[in-house]
Each structure stands twice: as C-alpha cells, then as structure tokens.
C-alpha cells in the first residue's frame, strides 16, 4: 500500500498545487477589483440621494422668493449604473467567499503525512471520489468565470456612468 499511496500522493499534490495557485491569483485579484469597485460605488451613490448643498441653496433660494419646490428623482442612468455595479460587487464577494471555500479544501486534500496503510489507501480514494462527485476541480476552475461577469458588469457601468458626464469620454 505504500507504494500506492506515494504514486498517488504525486498525482494528489499535482492537482491541489495547480488549483491552489489560480485560487490564490483569484483571491488577491477579487481583493483589488472589490476595493476598487467600491470607490466607484461610494461616488455614485451620491447621484441616489438629495444633494445637502443643492437642498440649502433651494430652502434660501425659497426664503427670498416664492417659487415652486422642485422634487428630488433619480435619474435612469445612475439607477442602472449603481445596480451593475453592486451586482458587480456581490459576484466578487462572493467568488471571493468561494475561493477561500476551495482554498480549504485544498488545504485538507492532501495529508500532512503519507499513510501505509490499507486503511490510508481508503481514506484517500474516498477523497478523490468526493472531490470526483462534487466536481471539485469544475467548481474551483468556474470561479474565475464570476469575476468576469463582475468585470463585464463594471465596465458595463463605468461606459455608462462617463456616457453620461461626457458622450466624448464615453465613446472612448
């Protein structure tokens, strides 16, 4: 059994490490782009709200003559924009939240030290079988496909979040 388990031990070291280094790539990328993202965020959600300053300049401006109060709505635009981006936002946490997941399990696919064992053996086809079963290697490699559409989603906004401050910019 020994023999089994050390050639096996290679193959099982193989797997992890490669799916461990795109888990780790994912995990410092979603990192940046959710900290970026939510910069974004932070600006536009301004267009979602009265503006204090604005709402002063209107009460003096009413004080010293009599017009009709104007109503707060938010544009169109920045409804659509804000939702790509949160989407955008929630795509990446949560890919985030399954890289960690996976990173886990990597961790624990292999043993810290290699059995002898007929019972080592066992222990070691159920692994490959429950990582076999529950597509392991399909889901850690799908993750990166969440930060994709996240990114799709951001860029989606960002063109139309220029677009709308500049046509010239956001062509561009």
């Known amino acids: 059994w ?33 900290a970026i993202l939510t ?14 300053v604005q709402e002063i300049l209107q009460a003096l401006q009413n004080r010293f003559a009599v017009t009709t109060s104007q109503t707060f709505e938010v544009s169109k635009s920045s409804l659509i924009v804000n939702y790509l981006w949160f989407t ?11 890289a960690v997941l996976a990173r886990e399990w990597l961790t624990k696919y292999i ?5 002898s064992r007929s019972s080592d053996a066992c222990q ?15 889901v ?7 930060i994709q559409i996240a990114l799709f989603l951001f860029s989606t906004g960002l063109v139309l979040f220029t677009w709308n401050n500049s046509v010239a910019l956001g062509v561009l």
Do not use: H, M
């Open 140 to 146: 850690v490699t799908g993750i990166p496909l969440l």
């Open 124 to 138: 070691r086809l159920l692994r490959v079988k429950r990582a076999q079963q529950w597509r392991l290697e399909s």
């Open 88 to 98: 955008s936002l929630g795509l990446t946490l949560f890919s985030a939240l399954c």
């Open 111 to 115: 043993p810290v030290s290699p059995g």
């Open 2 to 34: 020994s023999l089994y388990l050390k050639e096996t031990e290679k193959e099982d070291k193989e797997l992890a490490n490669s799916l461990q280094v795109g888990v780790d790539q994912l995990l410092i990328f979603a990192g940046l782009f959710g």
């Open 39 to 52: 910069a974004f965020l932070i600006e536009s959600r301004k267009d979602l709200q009265v503006d204090p």
